[in-house]
């Protein structure tokens, strides 16, 4: 079983459309938990930190279900330039200082 | 403030070539990790360099190896190149005793085997 896994999409959705994407992780001594972004062709930027109590930057909101082993993210009011890959990374505390990837969730915005 | 910087920034190699690629990390990271990333998927952890020593590996044969200097930067040297080898190669850099925040990667090298 892969240590992070993802729905691979895509997720094409209008302009200020709202979409949710989901991520599920296997070892359960995870301990730091990230979303980040990758445009095309383009390293991965780091979105925003998962917190336990569930954190929110602007349109963006991300949960942890710890008990489900589960993580998501929220866009809302989604823009054109939300187009982009969306990568679910886990930082277990058992593996030393190792990030584990999804293989990334795929989003175009249409106008 | 640098971010992560790499070179070359693209490569094209032949089959059974080597190649060396190179990484200067963030400014007060000390600890270096590298990542493979074939087109469509996640970048998949080759190894981590900390302290100028090999701290973990992930799945990648022997053919992967790599280095850390004394002012952190790192190499990656891919030998036998193969034709599967063909992928974008992220570096990432952070602070060991950080566990809070996430990676910071440089924009890659993308090789192409031919």
């Known amino acids: 079983r892969k240590e992070v896994e993802q729905d691979p999409g895509p997720f094409n959705v209008p302009e200020g459309a709202t979409v949710a994407f989901n991520c599920t992780y296997s070892?359960?001594?995870?301990?730091?938990f990230f979303w980040y972004r990758q445009d095309c062709r383009k390293e991965p930027k780091l979105l925003m930190s998962v917190y336990s109590s569930g954190n929110e930057d602007g349109r963006f909101t991300a949960q942890l279900n710890r008990a489900s082993q589960y993580i998501s993210l929220l866009i809302r009011d989604s823009k054109l330039s939300d187009s982009a890959t969306y990568l679910c990374?886990?930082?277990?505390?058992?593996?030393?200082?190792?990030?584990?990837f999804g293989t990334g969730t795929s989003l175009t915005v249409i106008p | 403030d640098a971010g992560v910087t790499q070179s070359p920034t693209h490569l094209i190699k032949t089959r059974g070539q080597q190649v060396t690629l190179r990484c200067s990390p963030k400014s007060g990271h000390d600890t270096v990790s590298w990542y493979q990333q074939a087109l469509g998927q996640g970048p998949q952890f080759i190894f981590q360099y900390y302290e100028e020593e090999e701290r973990q590996r992930g799945n990648f044969p022997d053919r992967f190896s790599g280095h850390q200097f004394p002012n952190y930067s790192s190499e990656l040297n891919v030998n036998a190149l193969l034709l599967g080898d063909s992928a974008l190669y992220l570096c990432a850099s952070n602070l060991r005793r950080d566990r809070t925040y996430g990676y910071t990667f440089g924009s890659g090298t993308r090789l192409t085997v031919v």
């Open positions: 990374v886990v930082r277990p505390s058992n593996t030393g200082n190792q990030f584990y």
């Open positions: 070892n359960s001594a995870s301990q730091s």
